[in-house]
Each structure stands twice: as structure tokens, then as C-alpha cells.
């Protein structure tokens, strides 16, 4: 992406992977990208976990694509059978699967003409028109194609190749502040929908939790506008000292 | 559910949390339904995180009940004006959103008459015509509308919630078995490729791993059908003995 054109504002991840569905592997891709995306100023809106089947990736990076500025997707491109995302994502596009004869090239000097097996070959398929994403973690590259990132499942490599992407995401980088408060939650929730009210630019969540049997839990705004974030977080402040001072 | 209804076989799970979208919380909600869904032998096809944005909400619960046995949700079922997931679930539905007078009663008995404030009032809220979803966690209950349950957002409550409604879920259970493997995924992935087709009801993933700078992953293996899962892990066992003799 060049300087020139506009980031991406909203983003949707796609985590593809019947791991994760069947609970033996906790989600950490998304997690971390949301992290990056949120600090970066890009509003993650939705994140979709789906098994390893053609019908649902493909629908799934379809209806994702078309209602947000980016997609990225996590998963499915290592030379098992199981990978299936490269494939997926050509037909998502209905273009075809061809070998990227940079991935071949660069393949063949790494393992070898006699290294590059079938399960390698593989790797080197992406979608036509496709923009390689190279990372120094692994050779096997991640691609880019229209607005969707295609990148690898193993944690490690996911970093590596979202660290590389990172640059197309975002504007106003978002700030977040919270404040503790112990008392139940029914107890500041009126007034907190007033602050809520006369803040509309500072989302402001309250998540409740417990110290021992007490209620303990945070009141967490963020934004990306600092002032009004200032301001918000001075009222909400104020308004727990009353319930303290009560 | 009485005994004679047939059980959930497939399920989706909706997580419903700004917290999570923005990277503040790691999902752990979704991830233990995984697991005891898995055990129970409910396949899980989807799970989506989406915003406190009530078209989100309302969209996603709508697409994922026509298209799974049932849904489970977490999240905005508390007191604050961020929670609005029963509201929601009622426009899903369309069906009035109506103060439920067991749960008043039940409020009215814990906090008394001078307790119960708006913020629990809010919480006493419920689809008309759901079915409430009791727990030892806490006094405001989930709520089953349809096939959709509607569960809290706090891990605590959402796990004791779960264990109440998962009698509705499930038949055979999944069983899982994993081969440990220190070899390129490459090497194996056509000899892989060829036990998975001969094995059709035994799902076949292949995670790659590293131990030090060496490659070392798993090969994990599930299936409802016992016998075939041990025979596809002989077959599993034997391709990676045959190559580490090679």
C-alpha cells in the first residue's frame, strides 16, 4: 500500500481452524492482532472463528470482505491436506490458484530442486494477482489479495507476517483508561449511562468482578479523541467518589 | 428440553464484548464451551465476536440460529447501559422485551423492596415467552428464547450457566488422539493426505510445532466413531515410525 492511499479503518479477522473449535487449542491470533489493531487507531468490528471447510471460509471471507475495510485470516496454509485457505480464498475471488513461480524460486534455493516435494509445492500456490506477504519467520510466504490478508495459524509466524502488514491498518490511535470501582454495578449504572450520554465519542464499558465475596471490577473508556477520553474518565471519577463518600 | 426432544448436535457460539474486539480481555468463554461441547459430542461450526452494537448483535444471532441446531451467547446481560443483549434478543425474535415477575420476586427477596433499584429492574428483563437459565452464580438468570441461550459475559457465571443447559447439547461424544511428529510437515503431508481419504470420519489436523530450532508438531486426530479413530492413529503411528527409520 502506498503512502498515498487511505489505511484501513475497520478490519474483521478470520481465524480458520477446526482447533479452535474443538476447544484443544485456545485462540491467540486474534488476540494479538486485536491488541495491535486497537493501539494503531483500526476498529477490529467483528472476529469470526470457522472450521476447516471450503463452503464456510469462503462465505464467510465474502460477507467479511464486502462490510469492512480489511480482512485478515489466520490459518490453512501449510502443505497438509488440512490447508485449504490459499484454494479458498482464489475461489472467494474467482480467480485461480496458480504457483508463484517467486515462491518456487525462492524454495528451490532454500531446500534444493530434490527438496521441493509435493507438500512445499503446495505452499507456493496463492491466488492470481496476489501480493506475497514475506516474513523472515518462515519461507513460505502469506499473500495479500484486494483488501483480505491471508496469513499462517502457528502463532510465531501470524506475529511475524502481522508485524509486516500492520502499515495498511489504522489512523487516530485509540487510548484507553479504567477505573476500579467496588461496588455492584447496579448500583452506578444510571449515572454511568448518563456519562455515557454526554460523552457519544468515548465507549465506555463496565465490566464487573469480585475481590474475595466483594464486587470489584473496572469501568473501561477508551477513544481515540484524548480530551474527551480526559474528560469522560474525570467523570467517572467523580462519580465513584460520591459512592465512596456515600 | 424434555428427554424425548432430540438433542443440539451442532451449535455456534456468539461472544457479544467490545472488551474482546478491542484486545483488553482474552476470550475465555468461548474457548471452555469448546471444550465441554467437544466432550459432549456437539460439533461447534462457528464462533463470531461482535460489538455492543445492537445491528451487529441482532444480524449475528439471526444468520447463526438459521443455520446451527443452536446458538450459545455471552455477554450484556448485566445491569449497565452497555448491556443490551436481551433488548436484542427480543428484536431478533420479535417479541416484546418484558419484565419477567419471577425474577422481580426473586430480586425483591434478596436486595428488598428499597434494593431494587433500576439497574437490577433492567436485569430482571427477559424476551417474552424465554425460559430462564438459573444458576448458584448469581440472582439475575440467563435466558433460553428458541434455540438461542443467552449466557453472562463474567467467566464465573458464564461457566456455571453452561454446566445448567448442557444436557441440551450433544450425542456421541468426540474422542481426540495426537501423534507427536519432529519432521517438516512437507515430508508427510501426501502419506497424511492418503490416510485422511481412507478415513473419512476421522478429522485429521496437522500443527506444526517447533522444539528448539528442529520442527516438532502434533498431528491430532478426532472422530465420534472410536474404532475408526484407533485404526486412523495406527495408520498415523506407523507413517511417522517408517519415516524416522528412513
Not at 106 to 134: C, F, K, W
Not at 136 to 153: D, H, Q
Not at 210 to 234: N, Y
Request: proline share 4%; net charge negative; charged share 20%.
Amino acid at each position: 500500500m502506498s503512502a498515498a492511499q487511505r489505511k484501513h479503518q475497520t478490519a474483521a479477522i478470520l481465524v480458520i481452524g477446526n482447533e479452535i473449535l474443538s476447544g484443544r487449542t485456545r485462540e491467540a491470533n486474534a488476540y494479538l492482532a486485536a491488541q495491535q489493531l486497537f493501539e494503531r487507531g483500526c476498529r477490529l468490528s467483528e472476529v469470526a472463528v470457522v472450521p476447516d471447510i471450503a463452503d464456510s471460509i469462503i462465505g464467510t471471507v465474502n460477507r467479511l470482505r464486502a462490510s469492512h475495510d480489511a480482512v485478515i485470516s489466520s490459518g490453512g496454509i501449510g502443505p497438509t491436506h488440512d490447508d485449504i485457505t490459499m484454494e479458498c480464498m482464489a475461489r472467494a475471488f474467482d480467480v485461480p490458484l496458480i504457483e508463484h513461480r517467486y515462491i518456487v524460486q525462492a524454495m528451490t534455493e532454500y531446500y534444493g530442486e530434490e527438496g521441493l516435494n509435493d507438500g512445499r509445492r503446495r505452499m507456493s500456490r496463492v491466488p492470481q494477482g496476489a501480493h506475497l506477504i514475506r516474513c523472515e519467520k518462515t519461507i513460505a510466504p502469506g499473500a495479500r489479495i484486494g483488501n483480505v490478508y491471508v496469513l499462517a495459524g502457528v502463532p510465531s509466524i501470524f506475529a511475524s507476517q502481522l508485524e509486516v502488514i500492520l502499515d495498511d491498518f489504522g489512523g487516530l490511535a485509540f487510548h484507553r483508561m479504567e477505573v476500579e470501582v467496588c461496588f455492584p454495578e447496579s448500583t452506578f449504572a444510571a449515572a454511568l449511562d448518563r456519562i455515557q450520554q454526554q460523552f457519544p465519542d468515548v465507549e465506555i464499558g463496565s465490566y464487573p468482578g469480585t475481590f474475595g465475596i466483594k464486587p470489584c471490577g473496572k469501568i473501561c473508556l477508551s477513544s481515540q479523541d484524548a480530551e474527551q477520553l480526559e474528560s469522560a474518565h474525570r467523570a467517572v471519577q467523580s462519580l465513584i467518589e460520591k459512592l465512596q463518600s456515600a
